[in-house]
């Protein structure tokens, strides 16, 4: 019984110096979803150190709460190499790139919110003269591409990064990852403000642009192919979590064995018992194959807006010698 009583907790002490990346190793020490954030951070920086492919899942309003400019940082320093992420929060990051900030609010009245023109995130409003402006850049925009082909959503929105790279006021994320080079794919979309956009294109000025989503699946099982360690790292889940788990399963559509991804941690605050993707486990994930075994997991039970920039921090401390990390030109 001795033996199963090792290592003790460690009660928590603040670090004599303000170091965030102490302050997590820390509570690495201590239990519960601080020990699982330690080693959700230790995880990744492991990817980091070990030249992971890093893919990383967006899912929740996270540039609404204020999480853009971390994660253009993730792409800049190459923390991550690939991003899968919600239509709606790839809007948003428009949205600011273009000038136009989220505000802070808080949870009242709705009615008076929509007769004032106002819409609420939360505790977060946005004016939807300014949305509408957002879906009228992206109207035009997509009338201004050719026509005559399909475009996968990581080839539109490496194009549309471009175009905002030389409008926006702003770096953002679509920016960033134009810069660098670091695919983008939205498997729905649609499913956002985009979509809506594209629907005004299409019925005020006949725009017949149309999305390739089966080359977004085919382009991102090629880079787990040809990666041969890779690593997820998911805040919520959803579609962005699913897309990049399937596609590790489907390696042998390029002559590769099935091995899983090596390395996974998420932020979520969804539960299990329910049966949805968002709350499913990595143990789960193992029974398809998604999850290499012997594959380093943790998952943090924590509102991401927490959990994230206190992981991104320390990660900025810890592997300042290796950052930036050159981003490998994926041939898709």
Known sequence: MGNKLKPPVTPFLPPPRRSISSMVRQMGGTSFQA????????????????????????????????????????????????????????????????????????????????????????????????????????????????????????????LLGQDLASQGKEEGILTAAYRARVPIFSPALVDSVFGTALALARVKQGCRLALDLAQDVVDIIQLCATHPITGVVLVGGGTPKNFIQQAVLCVSFFGKEVTGHHYAVQITTDSPQWGGLSGCTFEEARSWGKVARGARTATIYCDATIALPLMVSALAERCASLLPRKQPQAQL
């Open 35 to 158: 020990r699982n954030l330690s080693r959700g951070t230790a995880i990744w920086e492991e990817m980091v150190r070990k030249d992971a492919f890093i893919f990383f899942g967006l899912a929740g309003a996270m540039v609404p709460a204020g999480m853009r400019s971390m994660v253009a940082y993730l792409i800049q320093s190459g923390l991550i190499n690939c991003l899968v992420s919600t239509g709606s929060n790839l809007f948003h990051d428009l949205h600011e790139t273009l000038g136009y900030p989220h505000f802070q609010g808080s949870p009242g009245s709705d009615e008076e919110l929509h007769s004032a023109g106002i819409n609420r995130i939360y505790d977060t409003f946005l004016p939807e003269a300014e949305v509408e402006t957002g879906e009228e850049f992206i109207a035009r925009f997509a009338v201004r591409l050719p026509q005559d082909r399909a475009y996968p959503t990581r080839e539109f929105l490496d």
